[in-house]
């Protein structure tokens, strides 16, 4: 429904009703069932993530649960990496035509940045080697990939990465650009290690990080372990290693800045600055949507729809809306400090402390 194969808007779910229109009884309509079918949305599972709402309703005098799902405006939406359709009263997997009207159905002045052709760019802008042996195999279920009948072009424009012309994204030169910066100019990371405390201090290491994001995540992790320290801490007699940071909450701390960051208004960094008792990570762009500073542990929205699904079908979030308890729990079992966060209208910050 969320892909709308058939042009009718999405389309309504009912839960407590039998093949044949009629209502049954015992359906759960509470709270924590509604809760158990919206995080359907936030499992990872549907990619990009749908518009739908869930609520109790009445068919035929009885209790159901509706689902209404909008239709999506960046079509094709996956399944554990298989596009469906409902083209009538059954539901199948999309074909190569199914998916071709798809992608010509997207409306790209209306969609967000990172769907949005980029000027002055062509298909050889696109490291089309990554795109085939990294991103192509974790975004696509293999018994699609295996299907014949579907060309790169088709394949590049079916994950966002052109569009249905042919021009890349910003997410085509964001994930598997040669050069993602020379369009986007924010598009990297700048890390800084400090020999002290303060930004006067001698600098140990400088690196600027100027990849797609394939190619960052296989060298942003190395950096980061690389500068942790490690001492033992002795617990009866057996001596445990102990990190001084997390290297958990550090990676979800990364990527979420990239995947969050604003690319479309700032040409700043996404910036690591690990000092001797801390380490600071910023990106520019604040809350989003229905993101504020007073709930953006509790409520998530997304300025990077498309990027947000490819992060987490290349493994490097684990599940939407996680991301804050996932470096609260892991800086708690590290016996680091809380993590404190800086938001505001133009950008966000997360501070991590050494552990004592």
Not at 201 to 230: F, K, W
């Amino acid at each position: 429904m969320a892909n709308d194969l058939c042009g009718r808007g999405g389309g309504d779910i009912l839960i407590g009703v039998d093949d044949a229109g009629r209502p049954v009884a015992g359906v759960d309509t509470g709270d924590r069932a509604l809760l158990a079918l919206t995080d359907l949305r936030d499992d990872g599972r549907i990619l990009d993530r749908p518009s739908f709402t869930v609520e109790p309703a009445v068919y035929r005098g009885s209790p159901v649960i509706r689902i209404q799902v909008r239709a999506s405006a960046t079509p094709p939406v996956r399944f554990e990496g298989c596009v469906w359709v409902r083209p009538g009263p059954t539901t199948r997997r999309a074909n190569r035509e199914d998916e071709r009207v798809l992608a010509e159905r997207r409306r790209a002045m209306h969609a967000p940045f990172d769907a949005r052709p980029l000027a002055l760019t062509s298909p050889s802008d696109l490291d089309l080697d990554v795109f085939r042996q990294s991103y192509l195999p974790s975004m696509v279920a293999p018994e699609v990939i295996e299907e014949n009948g579907r060309p790169i072009e088709l394949q590049l424009s079916s994950l966002h990465l052109v569009t249905p012309d042919g021009n890349p994204t910003a997410l085509g030169l964001l994930t598997v650009g040669l050069d993602p910066g020379s369009r986007i100019p924010g598009a990297y990371v700048q890390f800084v290690r400090y020999q002290g405390t303060d930004l006067d201090a001698p600098i140990a290491d400088e690196q600027e990080l100027r990849q797609n994001l394939v190619g960052l995540a296989g060298r942003l992790e190395p950096l980061l372990r690389s500068n942790l320290r490690t001492r033992l801490i002795e617990d009866g007699f057996r001596e445990t290693p102990q990190p001084d940071y997390p290297l958990e909450a550090l990676r979800e701390i990364c990527m979420n800045a990239l995947m969050h960051r604003n690319y479309e208004t700032s040409y700043a960094p996404t910036r690591i600055a690990w000092f001797e008792d801390r380490i600071e990570v910023t990106n520019p762009g604040g809350p989003f949507g229905q993101v504020r500073e007073d709930n953006f542990d509790r409520v998530t929205d997304y300025r990077n729809p498309s990027l947000a699904a490819a992060m987490k079908g290349l493994g490097y979030v684990n599940r939407f809306g996680r991301g804050v308890g996932r470096v609260r729990k892991a800086l708690e079992s590290n016996g680091n400090p809380p993590a404190e966060f800086q938001v505001d209208d133009a950008s966000w910050a997360v501070v991590i402390r050494r552990a004592a």
